[in-house]
């Protein structure tokens, strides 16, 4: 038996699930957990349902892969993701970022590192969950990094609910009614809320009891040097963290008289509990239920208080109340309890046990690290375990270490001369000392200012930022209708009617002309005739400088929504002369029956041929 596989399944802050599927497959779930229960509640809270959709995505490279594109050009598929507002935060358990989970968590981020290092569950010692988070990087589930990770991504949920404002407000200006447009705002309220779901699993983390500690290390891999060994030197300190955070039926997590915290501004202890346990928690422990949902509402509130509000939320005006948000540290006492593996173990004893055992590397991706390294650094590890164990064991026996303080929790051990010992491990101090690194975070979802275009960026940074702009496209019409958008729609139609593309990959490429135009669409046949309806894109560029589409009435009857009709000319492709049409004020004067009586003539051509020859790449559609 080995003492790590009681290990390194039992570092979430609460309970997270994808039906036993890590990486890639975890991307095509809709996570089931505790994290997506509490923030479900809170969006019903604020009239929001949780409710199940798909969101079209449109993968490159090979075929059967997820991963977005970032060049139109390069779609091969179409691929329909699972989706629900709750989930999301359910996301830092599973994928880098919204960015990576955008791409099937089929890149590492990790400069150097390859995608099984990153996600594949086989090379962490246990099954069906993401690797890197529970075992080596996950210390920005922790108090005190998780603050700085909540922030990370809370500033980016208001800031993009900003943008959603602006978008809807523009469009307010726009004559007609197109059913476009509240389904783009929409779009862009649903990436606000990704946002803010992955800022309230931080939230939820550091309100549980399990994650009330210092946990060593930090989430940035070049804190751990980058090196193979180094590598597996984040795993071991990772699952060593396991063994204090407990279990469903062990302390940190399990409910036991011994675990109590602080929560930093009062001299009251609260009793506590986390993972597996939150149907207990308003029963057994109202006061930290209390707690945690004041913290979620006011985080949430303030973001559902900044959208315009077309996905029907209403903010309930709270409002968060900062620090006393992650205040919260779990007792020595309770450290001390964590210290049991089975109910019969008390004190060190476990954990001094846990020196007999030999740690199983097989299955690790680790092939340039050499046998005597492994045997070292398991040596390495057993002993700053047991030395932990026993400084926190030790620590009852002085005045300056009570039971009822949290000093241990902030890897602290204080001695009766006023003088204080830090608590590390394998070298690797607690999380507070690398707490300012969590703003690398940054780095795998940048800011709005990154995405849009309007702030430099380099390496991984300026891939996500294409990944966001690309994967979740609909919600950025201001960006793309600043780019050259026709001629975009024009090379997707020509893709969508190539006879030599797989049929996968054409069908792919007429939905991306169908997104596209329906920025750039128009109803009539020309600027200024009756029936015209403003584009999109009215709202953001200059209509004497930009390409519109012009789709003439009765070109696909059967079309209920602007994606469809605009499907309808992508696939015919006879109607091209008629549809774009530069405006400016040479083109002010265009005759739109003339161009239509040339439509149709050449329609009449193409049937011709398409019933002598069979001819189905000049079909219409």
């Keep these: 038996m080995n003492p790590m596989l009681l290990v390194v399944n039992v570092l979430l802050g609460w309970d997270s699930e994808a039906n036993g599927k890590a990486g890639a497959e975890a991307t095509g779930e809709v996570w089931t957990s505790e994290h997506r229960d509490i923030y479900a509640a809170a969006l019903a809270a604020d009239g929001i349902t949780d409710t199940q959709g798909m969101l079209t995505l449109f993968a490159g490279g090979t075929t059967g892969t997820r991963a977005t594109v970032t060049d139109w050009a390069a779609v091969v598929q179409r691929v329909e993701r699972p989706y629900s507002p709750a989930m999301f935060a359910d996301l830092p358990d599973f994928s880098f970022s919204v ?196 913290c979620v509402m006011g985080s949430l509130d303030e973001v559902i208080a900044a959208l315009p509000g077309r996905l029907g939320g209403v903010s309930g005006g709270r409002t968060h109340p900062g620090a006393s948000c992650f205040n919260q540290r779990v007792t020595n006492g309770a450290l001390r309890a964590s210290m049991m593996v089975a109910d019969q173990w008390k004190s060190a004893i476990a954990l001094r046990y846990f020196a007999r055992y030999k740690i199983d590397w097989s299955g690790i991706d680790l092939a340039s690290v050499t046998e005597a390294e492994r045997d070292e650094l398991s040596s390495r590890a057993r002993l700053d375990m047991v030395r932990w164990a026993n400084a926190v064991s030790a620590a009852r026996f002085s005045p300056a270490n009570p039971d009822t303080g949290t000093n241990l929790a902030d890897g602290k051990l204080l001695h009766d001369d006023g003088s204080s010992s830090e608590l590390t491990m394998l070298g690797m101090r607690p999380n507070g000392a690398y707490e300012s690194r969590i703003r690398s975070l940054a780095t795998y979802d940048p800011s709005v200012a990154a995405v849009m275009g309007r702030q430099d960026v380099l390496g991984e940074q300026a891939s996500a930022a294409k990944r966001l702009r690309y994967g979740l496209y609909e919600a950025y019409p201001d960006y793309w209708c600043a780019q050259d958008l026709a001629g975009e729609i024009q090379r997707a139609a020509e893709r969508c009617r190539d006879p030599h593309l797989p049929g996968d990959t054409r069908t792919a490429h007429c939905q991306v002309c169908a997104g596209l135009g329906t920025f750039n669409r128009r109803e009539g046949y020309g600027p200024d005739q009756p029936g015209e309806v403003d584009a999109v894109c009215d709202a953001f560029t200059d209509t004497f400088s930009a390409r519109r589409l012009y789709l003439p009435p009765g070109l696909a009857p059967g079309a209920l929504t602007s994606a469809k009709k605009v499907e309808a000319w992508c696939r015919a492709g006879c109607a091209t002369r008629l549809s774009m049409v530069t405006v400016n004020a040479a083109d002010a004067s265009v005759n739109g029956d003339a161009v239509l009586t040339d439509y149709f003539n050449m329609l009449q051509a193409k049937l011709i041929a398409w019933n002598s020859r069979s001819s189905y790449y000049y079909s219409i559609g």
């Design 99 to 294: 960015a990576n989970w955008l791409d099937g968590n089929e890149r590492c981020p990790l400069t150097g590192w390859s995608t099984d290092s990153c996600y594949d569950a086989d090379s962490f010692f246990f099954t069906g969950l993401t690797g890197w988070l529970v075992a080596g990087l996950n210390s920005s589930h922790f108090l005190p990094q998780a603050r700085s990770a909540w922030s990370v991504y809370h500033t980016l949920a208001l800031d993009t609910a900003a943008r959603c404002k602006e978008l809807d407000t523009a469009f307010a200006g726009l004559e007609g009614s197109d059913d476009v447009r509240a389904t783009l705002v929409k779009r862009c309220e649903l990436e606000a809320l990704m946002f803010e779901g992955v800022a309230q699993h931080y939230q939820q983390d550091a309100w549980s009891s399990g994650h009330m500690w210092q946990r060593w290390g930090s989430a940035d891999i070049q804190d751990w040097v980058g090196q193979p060994i180094d590598f597996a030197r984040s795993l071991l300190v990772g699952s060593l963290a396991g063994f204090v955070h407990g279990t469903e039926s062990r302390p940190l997590c399990a409910p036991a008289p011994e675990v109590l915290f602080s929560t930093g501004d009062s001299s009251m202890l609260v009793a506590g509990m986390g993972d597996m346990h939150l149907g207990e928690l308003a029963g057994s422990s109202p006061v930290q239920a209390g707690l945690l949902n004041t």
